[in-house]
């Protein structure tokens, strides 16, 4: 039982590069969720998709692109990476929209970016 | 908006019980979630509330008063392995139902 995978777990890469997180869950569950998680900030959402292609903005969107194709995965995309986006990614996903039941979001083991 | 508090830090004793507060503030309430987050890994579901109350389960307890904007987390019988950050996490109803964290609390756990 995979779960939820995240890859790569380490990327160091340098401004202005593309970069991709990727983020596979083998739950066929509907939502998924992007997160950064930063010192004082705690985790804050990026994007979010509610089914396959179906995607929206969560609180600090700028900068970053996300699709989803499949239900299973979702990559988010860095397009032009700056020092200010370097972070812990966690992605996530549940059964249901949170508001809708009780059901927990589940993290996969996180994405460790540095930005040169 | 939404705004959730926590204390950054708590040091507690092993075999000692301790209380995680939890303060909110959002336009739109629809329950709160605990998750615990060992360092470098993943956060882990711990609870849920949506209903004043207190929910048990095993050495762990969650705590909701809606009136009040107020959760807390209780852990009894503290191990060594409960080191932990202790993320509260509100559902806001009129943000499209997405989860809010806190800044989660550090806890350390001294023999």
């Known amino acids: 039982d995979a779960g939820i995978t995240q890859s790569p777990r380490y990327k160091i890469t340098e401004t202005g590069r593309q970069v991709t997180l990727m983020c596979h869950q083998t739950?066929?569950?509907?939502?998924m969720f992007w997160y950064r998680q930063d010192l004082g900030h705690g985790l804050r959402l990026i994007y979010y998709?509610?089914?396959?292609?179906?995607?929206d903005k969560g609180e600090v969107p700028d900068g970053y692109v996300v699709s989803r194709s499949k239900t299973e995965n979702f990559p988010l995309t860095l397009e032009s990476a700056t020092r200010s986006q370097t972070s812990v990614y966690f992605c996530?996903?549940?059964?249901?929209?949170?508001?809708?039941?009780?059901?927990?979001?589940?993290f996969g083991d996180g994405t460790r970016l540095s930005i040169l | 908006g939404q705004n959730i508090d926590q204390p950054t830090e708590m040091t507690a004793t092993e075999g000692a019980i301790v209380q995680i507060n939890c303060t909110y503030q959002t336009s739109g309430f629809n329950g709160l979630f605990w998750y615990q987050q060992h360092a470098g890994e993943a956060p882990t579901f711990l609870s849920y509330?949506?209903?004043?109350g207190l929910e048990e389960k095993g050495r762990f307890s969650s705590f909701l008063s809606r009136s009040k904007g107020y959760s807390y987390l209780l852990l009894k019988e503290l191990q060594m392995k409960d080191s932990a950050s202790y993320l509260c996490a509100v559902i806001a109803y009129n943000q499209g139902g997405k989860l809010i964290f806190g800044q989660g609390t550090e806890l350390s756990v001294k023999p």
């Open positions: 739950w066929s569950h509907s939502y």
């Open positions: 998709s509610a089914a396959a292609d179906i995607t």
């Open positions: 509330n949506v209903l004043d």
């Open positions: 996530a996903s549940s059964l249901t929209r949170p508001a809708d039941s009780n059901q927990p979001q589940h």
